[in-house]
């Protein structure tokens, strides 16, 4: 079993940067693999970032590519969300999520364990 927790978010300008965290409770954190989804008000959740258990392989989505970086501190039980250059259409609730596989997931069904978000508004 694994426990989430986001924190970092808040309300910012355009262009500005935050640095989302999610802290995880657990044994064997280093074994997860890590993402991170978003969802908008009348949108899906979707794909933002993932990071594989070795923290050596990486997933972004086009939409942040260049701008967010993931990362994860295993002796933390941490990963997080470095977001830059942030606009206002990554407004949205931001989840954590953890799974116990190789792979790096897309898909929000390649999820077993979750946060309970944390928000985020850029301001145009």
């Known amino acids: 079993q694994v426990q989430l927790v986001e924190s970092g978010g808040g309300l910012v300008q355009t262009g500005a940067s935050l640095r989302l965290s999610c802290a995880a409770s657990?044994?064997?954190?280093?074994?997860?693999?890590m993402g991170w989804f978003r969802q908008a008000p009348g949108k899906e959740r979707e794909f933002v970032s993932a990071?594989?258990?070795?923290?050596?392989?990486?997933a972004y989505a086009d939409s942040v590519k260049g701008r967010f970086t993931i990362s994860r501190e295993d002796a933390k039980n941490t990963v997080y969300l470095q977001m830059n250059s942030l606009k206002p259409e990554d407004t949205a609730v931001y989840y954590c999520?953890?799974?116990?596989?190789?792979?790096?997931?897309?898909?929000?069904?390649?999820?077993?364990?979750w946060g309970q978000g944390i928000q985020v508004t850029v301001s145009s």
């Open positions: 999520a953890a799974e116990w596989t190789s792979g790096l997931g897309r898909r929000h069904w390649d999820y077993t364990y």
């Open positions: 657990g044994r064997a954190f280093s074994t997860y693999t």
């Open positions: 990071v594989s258990w070795s923290g050596g392989s990486t």
